[in-house]
């Protein structure tokens, strides 16, 4: 059975999504994110802040390596940065069904705004990394999905694709 990969810039609602979409795909679901906080015993902030963005990025490209290869099938959340990593786009695209969700700029602004997100302080250069992430996205998603919309009508459009795509894959791969 093949990994379900949530992927999309920071406020597309990968974590709000996964957990519904596990429960009606009747999977278990992990977020990347809460796995590395586990994993170090500190928030992502505060490990942005004393370890860096470097130290983050290839603990990101391992945890989501080891949970792809190491667990059950499952829905999984990755982080808006993730495929940033060339290995990690090559890997879940060949492993996984990943799924983009995908929205506008300025609706993930208003989302995240005010958070405690490390990446979300300053709007011109939140502006500026979903520009350069937007083609990893292009370039791995099997399933790009509107996810400006109610989570109801988005959760309903993936759980469709994903069994669309499931279906349609060999028998070792679904």
Not at 25 to 34: C, E, N, V, W, Y
Not at 116 to 135: K, M, N, Q, S, V
């Amino acid at each position: 059975m093949s990994w379900v990969v949530l992927t999309g810039y920071m406020g597309a609602g990968k974590s709000t999504l996964g957990r519904d979409l596990a429960a009606r795909l009747g999977r278990g679901f992990i977020d990347s994110d809460d796995r590395i906080e586990m994993d170090a015993g500190i928030d992502i902030p505060t490990i942005f802040a004393s370890k860096g963005e470097v130290w983050f990025r290839r603990t990101e490209e391992r945890t989501i390596r080891g949970i792809v290869t190491d667990e059950p099938a499952g829905v999984l959340a990755v982080g808006g940065g993730a495929l940033e990593s060339a290995r990690t786009r090559d890997f879940l695209g060949r492993s996984a069904v990943v799924v983009w969700l995908d929205a506008d700029a300025d609706v993930l602004w208003g989302r995240v705004t005010g958070s405690a997100r490390p990446l979300a302080t300053d709007h011109g250069r939140f502006i500026r990394r979903y520009g350069r992430r937007r083609p990893a996205f292009e370039e791995t998603a099997h399933v790009v999905v509107d996810a400006s919309r109610p989570i109801e009508i988005v959760a309903a459009e993936v759980e469709a694709a994903v069994r669309e795509r499931l279906a349609a894959a060999p028998s070792d791969q679904a």
